[in-house]
């Protein structure tokens, strides 16, 4: 008999690991919700209508199709079974596909919905993406993502927010060394003027998004492919290593753009620096990165990269502006958002890396009752009661056992305290109130114990 197995580029999670998710998961939510977003849930498929067009020729690609259901080829044309055509045969024997992302849904639900809702709409969603990516270390093809977009407003006071939310989630998760990119379109535009790329942007902004992953010579290599000249090339990367400040960089592209779409782009970034400065918030993680490109190409304004410093894994978080995707879906009134995605299973990856999950993740009780005897345990059950309607998370050991294989029991767990009732601690109602981590014991009134944990 074969034995069972998961599809590649999908995990399991035991107990352990989803206590040090659901950390994860709490801190990125409250973060959401201290700055007005409302929870959002979209289904895990969408009609391929819906998915397709909105990634980019390489996100198509990378889309799971959903057979449709029933016999799927009964009413196929034969010419196009003999064709051999992926994308002839995908368009017939397959409606629906399960979500790249959250963006795309969200816009969905925003033009189905807009009678509905209030503008500026805030929202956050935290749910599975699928992309059939080859597996690798910090890419799966199954992974969560927890999403917050505003849409219905062009205020960069939007962009200035996403920054400090990425900060206070940072911050919440222990990561220190971390930082922020930040670009914008705008710029990228510009830079495609100044090297007279008119017409070839996209092939730019594919190939510059390469850069950390192939190099100068592997992007050389690629934009020399698309009909690049090679002293527009040395230009383009003349401009992408400008160095010093945030505000040196923006001084020397101002001289250097002469178009209208660089200059805008680089008064955008001026305008979200100087909010940030007047809200008081700490720029000292946030760096204007000429060469981020993003390679979704429903970005149109400020572009977002989160990246920990000295682990190997890439960006943990990503978005920007977009002021055209719900007219993809025929809204006749055009709709600006920007948004901001964690990759949950990246930062999971970095925190065990770096070590950084608090114990307290990986408990599932704060206390364990023990007991020598039958009648020991039916005397724990008010135990327990008593301590859960204190609010505290409590379990009773449910077998007959010796002490020791309780204790152990509770070791496994990481449960840190543990009462142990026998007939003494039933007569006199001092219970044996026992501190697993420290090894120490003593006595005490169920009331106090309560006290005790409370104080913890």
């Not at 050389?220 to 040196?248: H, M, R």
């Not at 070791?411 to 420290?438: D, S």
Request: hydrophobic share 35%.
């Amino acid at each position: 008999m074969e034995k069972p197995s998961i599809p590649k580029g999908t995990r399991d999670f035991g107990p352990m690991a989803m206590g040090k998710r659901q950390f994860i998961f709490n801190t990125i939510r409250a973060v959401y919700q201290k700055y007005g977003f409302q929870p959002l849930e979209t289904p895990s498929m969408e009609n391929l209508s819906v998915l397709t067009g909105k990634y980019g020729e390489e996100g198509d690609q990378l889309l799971f199709k959903i057979l449709n259901s029933g016999d799927f080829l009964k009413d196929v044309d034969s010419s196009k079974l003999e064709a051999r055509n992926s994308k002839q045969l995908t368009s017939a024997i397959a409606e629906k596909g399960l979500r790249y992302d959250l963006t795309v849904p969200f816009a969905r639900y925003v033009v189905m919905n807009r009678h509905e809702i209030a503008f500026p709409f805030k929202r956050y969603q935290m749910q599975p993406v699928w992309r059939a990516d080859r597996p690798q270390k910090g890419r799966y093809r199954e992974f969560y993502q927890c999403d917050a977009d505003v849409v219905g407003t062009t205020s960069l006071l939007c962009e200035a927010e996403i920054v400090m939310m990425i900060r206070e989630v940072m911050k919440g998760l222990g990561i220190q060394d971390f930082t922020i990119k930040i670009n914008h379109r705008g710029v990228l535009k510009g830079i495609a003027d100044t090297i007279e790329a008119t017409g070839k942007e996209t092939a730019l902004y594919v190939a510059i998004d390469k850069l950390d992953k192939i190099g100068r010579e592997g992007v050389s290599k690629e934009l020399s492919e698309a009909g690049f000249a090679p002293d527009k090339i040395d230009l383009l990367f003349t401009i992408l290593s400008t160095a010093g400040s945030n505000e040196a960089k923006l001084e020397t592209l101002r001289k250097l753009f002469q178009s209208t779409n660089g200059q805008q782009g680089l008064a955008d970034l001026q305008s979200v620096f100087t909010l940030l400065q007047e809200a008081g918030s700490d720029q000292s993680h946030l760096e204007f990165d000429i060469s981020l490109a993003r390679g979704l190409s429903y970005y149109t304004g400020c572009i977002f990269e989160v990246k920990i410093n000295n682990v190997a894994i890439g960006s943990v978080s990503g978005g920007g502006r977009y002021d055209n995707l719900t007219q993809s879906f025929g809204d006749k009134e055009s709709l600006s958002g920007v948004g901001i995605s964690f990759g949950v299973d990246r930062i999971y990856d970095v925190m065990e890396e770096l070590q950084l999950f608090p114990k307290a993740t990986q408990r599932s009780s704060t206390v364990l009752i023990c007991h020598l005897d039958a009648e020991s345990m039916r005397y724990g059950l008010k135990t327990l009661t008593q301590l859960r309607s204190a609010g505290i998370a409590t379990e009773l050991y449910p077998d007959e056992s010796k002490l020791k294989k309780q204790l152990d029991y509770a070791n496994k767990k990481m449960i840190p305290f543990t009462i142990v009732i026998g007939e003494e601690e039933r007569n006199n109602g001092l219970l044996a109130f026992k501190n697993m981590e420290a090894g120490t014991q003593e006595k005490m009134k169920l009331e106090a114990i309560i006290q005790a944990l409370k104080a913890q």
